[in-house]
């Protein structure tokens, strides 16, 4: 299984970025998909994550409606929009894939790709 995290870069406070995952070696539509971050000297978080069983999404409070995830099942890849970025938003950022019908917990996901550099300028 392979989880391939792109689309990262330096943004100033307020753009957009939008994140993509390409997955192979699994069968996609039965995996809940999620993103989580990771800044420095901080534990990995849950950002935001869609349900394979029924395609909800669900989101972290920090978002506060600015991200969107979704996922395009015929490409295998799920996506990250990131609007009204700030500088907080800086992070590591990982999709992660997981059987599970638990879509915020890490402990239920299984792979993980390798990340992608998110940097909000103020």
């Known amino acids: 299984v392979q989880l391939q995290a792109s689309g990262g870069g330096l943004v100033q406070a307020g753009g957009s970025l939008r994140l993509s995952c390409a997955a192979s070696?699994?069968?996609?539509?039965?995996?809940?998909m999620g993103w989580f971050r990771q800044a420095p000297g901080k534990e990995r978080e849950f950002v935001a994550g869609v349900r394979w069983s029924d395609d909800g999404t669900y989101y972290a409070d920090f978002v506060e409606g600015r991200f969107i995830i979704s996922r395009d099942n015929a490409k295998n890849t799920v996506y990250l929009q990131m609007n009204s970025l700030k500088p907080e938003d800086t992070a590591v950022y990982y999709c992660?894939?997981?059987?599970?019908?638990?879509?915020?917990?890490?402990?239920?996901?299984?792979?993980w790709g390798q990340g992608t550099q998110v940097t909000v300028s103020s």
């Open positions: 992660a894939a997981s059987r599970s019908y638990v879509v915020a917990s890490q402990r239920t996901y299984d792979y």
């Open positions: 070696g699994l069968t996609f539509i039965t995996y809940t």
